[in-house]
C-alpha cells in the first residue's frame, strides 16, 4: 500500500478496501519509526491528522468525495497553515503559527486531503542540499550520509522512504526538481503562475512557484489538478481557464521533437549521470521521437544572474522579518538599530544572511545597474534562447543535476560549489518554463540519477505526458530505498 | 543683491477609497488601534498585494485634471527601509514610471496669476503609525493606516515664495477635493505637505542647495516654515557658510526648523520594480471612461460664472474655492431674479455661516431654493431684507430643516412687507408724536436721531414695513 500510486490509493479508497485513517495511521507509523534517522518532517501532528482523516472517511460516507479525498500527504514548511507551526526551516519563524492558510493548503483541504505534517527545507528555500535548515538536514534515504537535495529536501525524502505518499514543494532554482531527483522521485516546477503564491512564505517572488512532489508523473498531474489554477489574491496568478493535468497521458511520443542542448551535456556532469540520461533519451528515440541538437548559449549566465536576482529578491522579501510583530525578537537590546540588529543576526542562518547581503549590495545606489538591471537583461535573452529553441522541439532533455546526491558537509564551506549544483535546474525558472524530474536509473553507488523535461509555456500536460509514457515501461520510480524497505 | 526663494512642493493626498491600496482592509479613520489591520497589511509571511481598482482610478482622475500625461504603463516599484511602523520593511510605491507625468495647476488670487508645472503623481502605500506617549518605555504600533492609498503629487521647483507655496497648496487642496479623490482634512493628515527650499542670487540660473521640511499640516506652518528656513539659509550663505543638503523637520511652537537628518543619514532606499505585482497597464477606453465622470474644473467654472453669471473676478473665484460652494451658488443663482444677489448671499449669509461652523455648502441646512426664494421676495417687495435675514437665520439655527417652504412661511406667519401707504404713515405719525426728544435732536442737526425714529417705525409694523420708505416719509414729515 505504502508504494501504491495516488490513483491506486485512490482506488483502494473509494473501493473502501482501506479507509483514510487506516492509510493515515500506516504513513503516521511509518513516520514515527523512520523520521528519526531521515528528518523529513519538523512538524508533525498525528491527532490532527487522524482527525482530518475520520472526516474524510466521514465525507465519502456521504458520498461527497472527491478523486483524492482521504489521501494523506505532506506540505514543505513554506506553505502557511493555520493552526500548525509553519518554520520555513528557520529559527527565525521557529514558533510561528500563521493565522491563515496558504491557496495551495486551502486547495488540498477542501479536496479533503489528510495533512500529515510539515516538512524539512533549507532556510527561507536558500539551499540545495537541506543543509541550512534551523532543525537539521534531511537525509537522503538512499544513502543517509548523503544529503536529499534542496531546498524541498523534506518532502523528497519523506516521498522515496513512503512516509507521505506525496508532498508539495516549491521551486526558485531547482527546489522541486534537484531534490527530485537526488532522492528517485519526481517532481514538477510549473509554469511561473499557474499555482498561487498566496501564503507561501516568499524567497524570491518573480522565480517562486509551488509545485507537487510524488512518485509518478501520473501522482504530477493528480495533484496540479488540485494546485494550479488562478487565485485573485495572487497578482501574478494567470487567468486561465482550469486544466486537466492529465488529459496527455495516453499522448503517442510518435514525432515528438525533444530537444537536447549542447550546454547540458558538457564537461563537469557525472559519467554515470551522462550515461543514465542518454539510455532514457535513447528509450524516447526507440519509441518514435526525434532528436534536435539546440543551444541554449546564454544558460552558462543562468547560475550568476540567479543570483543577482534571487538575492536581490530575498533581501526585500526578508525585511518584513525584524522581531517587531510575530518570530524571533532578541532578548536583550539598547535601542532599536540594535533590536533590528541582534534579531535578525540570531534569526536568520549563515545562508541567509549571505544572500541578503548579496541582495542588499546589488540593489544598492550605484550597483544597481552594474548588476540588477544587467541581470534583468541577461534573464530575457536566457528566456529568448529558449522561445527560439522550442521554435524547433517540443520538449527539452537533459539532466536534473550535475551529480547525484553528495555527502553531507561536502560543499558545506564552498558556497560557488553548491550554487552550481543547480546548473540545470536554474533557466526554467528564469524564463518562468515548465519543467519537471523524474528518476531514470541509478549510478555505481546506488544513488538515483534524475532527467529533466523542459517545455514551452502551458505545455506540463506534454511533459507529464512524455515522463508518463516512460514510467510505463521502466519501474525507476518504484524503486524503494533498502535503508527504508516496506 | 537680492536672494531669490526657490520651492518645490510634494503632496500627500490620502485617496478617498473604502479599502486600502493592496488589501480588503476598510481605511476608515479613528478606529481602535490595528483593528483595520488585514494580514496583508500587516505583513504576514506569504501574504501578497493586490491592486485596488479605485485607487488607480482616482490617479487618473488626478491626472485628466491637471492635464497631465496618463502613462499607459506605470510600474510599482519597492522603498526598502526598517522601520516598526513599515511592516514589510518596504513601502510599495511607484519610481521610475509613475502613473502621472507632467501637467499643471493654475495659482490666482489678489496679484497673483501663475502656472505652476507638476513633476510627477504616482501612487504609493501609507506606513502605520508609531505611538510613542501612552506605553511605558515603549512604542505601540497600530497599522490602521499601513496600506492607505496615496497619491504623491510633486511640484517643479518654481514658487518662488512661502506665500506662493501656500497659494499652491490651496489650490492643490481645492482640487482634489474638487474631483473627489481626497477629503482634504489635514487634522486626520488626509492631506499633507513637504517643502524643498533653497535660495540663490537673483539671476544666478543655477539651484541652491535644497532643504526638505516635513511636517507641514497646515498653509499656515507651510508658509511659515518656507518663510523661517529661507531666512536660514540666506543668513548661512550672508555669512560665508554653506547649505548642508538635509531633512528638516517643522516646530510650529517655536515657529523654527530642525534638523531632523543629513544627507549622509539619508536612506539608500534600493528602489527596485516589485515582483509581486505586474506592470500597471491602463487602455485608453478606461481612461475615456474616467474623462467621462470628471466634473467642470474650477479654472472653466470660474470662467464661466463670470461670462454668464457677470460676476467678478474675484467674487468667481471665492464661489470657485470649494465645488460645493459652487455648485450651491449655481443653484441659488439659476432659480433667483437676482444673480448679482445669489452671489451676495452665497457669498454673505451662506459663506460666513460656513466659516464660522467648519462646514461645507452641501452640508448646510438652508438649501439653495430657499435661498433663492428669500432673494426673490425680496425682489419683488414681498418681504423686506430684513425679514428675508431674519428667515435665513432662523432656518439656520433650526434644529433640522424645515418642511414649510419660505413663502408658505411668509403667508402663515404674515411677514409680508407692508406695501399700504397709509398704514406705514400712521405708524410713522404716531412715533414722531411719541418721540419729540428725537424729532426735537433731528431738528438741531443730529442725524443719527433719524436712526432711531426708523427703528421705532419697524419695531411698530413688527418689521414688516419697507425700511428706505419709512425713511423716507420720516424725513419728508420733519423736513417739511
Redesign the interface.
Known amino acids: 500500500m505504502l508504494n501504491s500510486t495516488l490513483s491506486e490509493l485512490a482506488g483502494a479508497l473509494a473501493r473502501r478496501s482501506i479507509s483514510s485513517v487506516e492509510l493515515t495511521r500506516l504513513c503516521l507509523e511509518r513516520i514515527a519509526r523512520l523520521n528519526g534517522a531521515l528528518n523529513a518532517f519538523i512538524t508533525v501532528d498525528a491527532e490532527r491528522s487522524l482527525r482530518e482523516a475520520g472526516a474524510a472517511d466521514e465525507r465519502r460516507a456521504a458520498g461527497r468525495a472527491g478523486s483524492l479525498t482521504g489521501i494523506p500527504l505532506a506540505h514543505k514548511d513554506i506553505?502557511?497553515t493555520r493552526g500548525m507551526l509553519?518554520t520555513?526551516g528557520s529559527r527565525m519563524?521557529a514558533n510561528?503559527v500563521?493565522?491563515?492558510d496558504?491557496h495551495v493548503v486551502e486547495r488540498f483541504a477542501a479536496a479533503g486531503t489528510v495533512l500529515l505534517g510539515k516538512t524539512n527545507m533549507d532556510e527561507f528555500a536558500m539551499g540545495s542540499s537541506n543543509e541550512t535548515s534551523h532543525f537539521g538536514p534531511a537525509k537522503n534515504p538512499w544513502d543517509t550520509a548523503r544529503v536529499p537535495g534542496g531546498s524541498s529536501g523534506g518532502s523528497a525524502a519523506a516521498v522515496a522512504a513512503r512516509l507521505a505518499p506525496a508532498a508539495t514543494g516549491t521551486d526558485t532554482g531547482g527546489s522541486i526538481r534537484q531534490p527530485a531527483a537526488f532522492t528517485g522521485v519526481c517532481g514538477l516546477k510549473p509554469t511561473y503562475g499557474v499555482v498561487s503564491?498566496?501564503?507561501?512564505?516568499?524567497f524570491?517572488?518573480?522565480l517562486d512557484q509551488g509545485g507537487p512532489i510524488a512518485k509518478s508523473a501520473e501522482d504530477l498531474a493528480l495533484l496540479m489538478n488540485v494546485m494550479g489554477g488562478h487565485d485573485?489574491?495572487?497578482?501574478?496568478s494567470l487567468e486561465r481557464a482550469a486544466e486537466d493535468y492529465t488529459r496527455e497521458l495516453k499522448a503517442p511520443l510518435a514525432g515528438l521533437r525533444i530537444g537536447l542542448p549542447r550546454e547540458y551535456f558538457g564537461a563537469g556532469i557525472a559519467p554515470a549521470v551522462l550515461a543514465r540520461v542518454r539510455e532514457a533519451i535513447a528509450w524516447f528515440e526507440a519509441r518514435g521521437a526525434r532528436l534536435v541538437e539546440l543551444e541554449l548559449p546564454n544558460s552558462r549566465l543562468a547560475v550568476p544572474v540567479y543570483y543577482v536576482i534571487a538575492p536581490?529578491?530575498a533581501?526585500?522579501n526578508?525585511?518584513?522579518?525584524?522581531g517587531?510583530?510575530?518570530g524571533h525578537r532578541t532578548r536583550d537590546y539598547a535601542d532599536?538599530a540594535d533590536m533590528?540588529c541582534r534579531t535578525r543576526a540570531e534569526g536568520f542562518g549563515a545562508e541567509v544572511k549571505r544572500r541578503i547581503l548579496i541582495g542588499?549590495y546589488v540593489?544598492?545606489?550605484g550597483y544597481?545597474d552594474a548588476y540588477?538591471l544587467q541581470a534583468q537583461k541577461v534573464r530575457r535573452l536566457i528566456a529568448r534562447d529558449f522561445a527560439e529553441a522550442f521554435g524547433r522541439c517540443e520538449l527539452i532533455m537533459g539532466p536534473t543535476a550535475p551529480s547525484t546526491a553528495f555527502a553531507l558537509g561536502a560543499n558545506r564551506d564552498d558556497p560557488v560549489q553548491m550554487y552550481l549544483n543547480d546548473i540545470f535546474t536554474i533557466p526554467a525558472p528564469l524564463a518562468g518554463l515548465p519543467a519537471l524530474s523524474i528518476p531514470c536509473g541509478f549510478d555505481a553507488a546506488g544513488l538515483p540519477v534524475g532527467l529533466q523535461l523542459t517545455g514551452n509555456h502551458f505545455t506540463e500536460a506534454r511533459l507529464l505526458g512524455a515522463a508518463h509514457r516512460y514510467q510505463q515501461e521502466t519501474d525507476w520510480h518504484r524503486r524503494v530505498p533498502a535503508a527504508t524497505p516496506l | 543683491m537680492s536672494w531669490e526663494i526657490v520651492v518645490g512642493i510634494e503632496t500627500h493626498a490620502q485617496l478617498a477609497t473604502r479599502s486600502k491600496i493592496f488589501s480588503g482592509a476598510a481605511t476608515a479613520f479613528g478606529a481602535a488601534p490595528n483593528t483595520q489591520a488585514s494580514a496583508v497589511d500587516i505583513a504576514l509571511p506569504g501574504v501578497l498585494p493586490v491592486l485596488n481598482g479605485a485607487a488607480v482610478e482616482c490617479a487618473i482622475r488626478f491626472g485628466l485634471a491637471v492635464g497631465g500625461t496618463i502613462n499607459r504603463r506605470s510600474v510599482f516599484a519597492r522603498k526598502n527601509y526598517f522601520y516598526p511602523d513599515l511592516p514589510k520593511g518596504y513601502q510599495i510605491s511607484q519610481y521610475e514610471r509613475p502613473v502621472v507625468a507632467g501637467g499643471s495647476i493654475t495659482l490666482a488670487g489678489g496679484d497673483l496669476q501663475k502656472v505652476v508645472r507638476l513633476t510627477r503623481a504616482h501612487l504609493e502605500e501609507d506606513a502605520g503609525k508609531s505611538l510613542h506617549e501612552d506605553f511605558h518605555g515603549m512604542t505601540g504600533i497600530d497599522l490602521n493606516r499601513a496600506g492607505t492609498p496615496l497619491l504623491e503629487i510633486v511640484s517643479e521647483p518654481e514658487l518662488r515664495s512661502a506665500a506662493e507655496a501656500a497659494a499652491y497648496a490651496r489650490a492643490m487642496h481645492a482640487l482634489v477635493r474638487w474631483i473627489g479623490i481626497c477629503d482634504g482634512n489635514m487634522q486626520e493628515g488626509s492631506f499633507r505637505c513637504d517643502a524643498n527650499v533653497s535660495v540663490r542670487r537673483a539671476g544666478d540660473p543655477l539651484l541652491g542647495t535644497r532643504c526638505e521640511i516635513k511636517n507641514l499640516n497646515s498653509f499656515r506652518f507651510l508658509e511659515q516654515a518656507i518663510a523661517y528656513e529661507a531666512r536660514r539659509q540666506i543668513e548661512i550663505l550672508e555669512g560665508g557658510g554653506r547649505i548642508e543638503q538635509e531633512t528638516r523637520l517643522f516646530d510650529p511652537e517655536r515657529n523654527e526648523t530642525r534638523s531632523m537628518r543629513s544627507k549622509e543619514e539619508a536612506h539608500d532606499y534600493r528602489y527596485f520594480p516589485d515582483p509581486d505585482l505586474l506592470p500597471l497597464v491602463l487602455s485608453e477606453a478606461q481612461i475615456e471612461r474616467i474623462r467621462g465622470t470628471l466634473p467642470e474644473l474650477p479654472e472653466a467654472m470660474r470662467a464661466r460664472f463670470v461670462r454668464d453669471y457677470g460676476l467678478s473676478e474675484q467674487d468667481a473665484r471665492t464661489l470657485t474655492a470649494d465645488r460645493a460652494l459652487a455648485e450651491y451658488f449655481e443653484a441659488v443663482a439659476n432659480a433667483a431674479k437676482d444673480r448679482k444677489a445669489a452671489a451676495n448671499w452665497v457669498m454673505g449669509e451662506v459663506l460666513a455661516r460656513l466659516n464660522v461652523a467648519d462646514a461645507t455648502a452641501d452640508q448646510s441646512k438652508v438649501k439653495p431654493p430657499d435661498v433663492a426664494a428669500l432673494i426673490n421676495l425680496v425682489a419683488d417687495g414681498s418681504i423686506n431684507l430684513g425679514t428675508a435675514k431674519k428667515l435665513f437665520d432662523e432656518r439656520w439655527n433650526a434644529p433640522r430643516a424645515l418642511d414649510i417652504s419660505v413663502h408658505d412661511e411668509v403667508v402663515v406667519r404674515d411677514l409680508g412687507q407692508l406695501s399700504d401707504a397709509s398704514v406705514v404713515a400712521r405708524l410713522v405719525d404716531e412715533v414722531l408724536a411719541a418721540n419729540p426728544k428725537s424729532v426735537a435732536e433731528f431738528r438741531a442737526g443730529k442725524d443719527k436721531a433719524l436712526n432711531a425714529l426708523v427703528g421705532q417705525v419697524m419695531k411698530a409694523s413688527r418689521g414688516k414695513a419697507n425700511p428706505a420708505q419709512v425713511n423716507d416719509l420720516l424725513r419728508r414729515k420733519l423736513q417739511g
Open positions: 506553505y502557511c509553519t520555513c519563524l510561528f500563521s493565522p491563515y496558504a503564491r498566496y501564503g507561501l512564505i516568499a524570491a517572488s518573480s485573485a489574491r495572487d497578482s501574478t536581490a529578491e533581501s526585500s526578508l525585511s518584513r522579518f525584524d517587531v510583530r510575530y532599536l533590528y542588499t540593489l544598492s545606489h544597481y540588477y
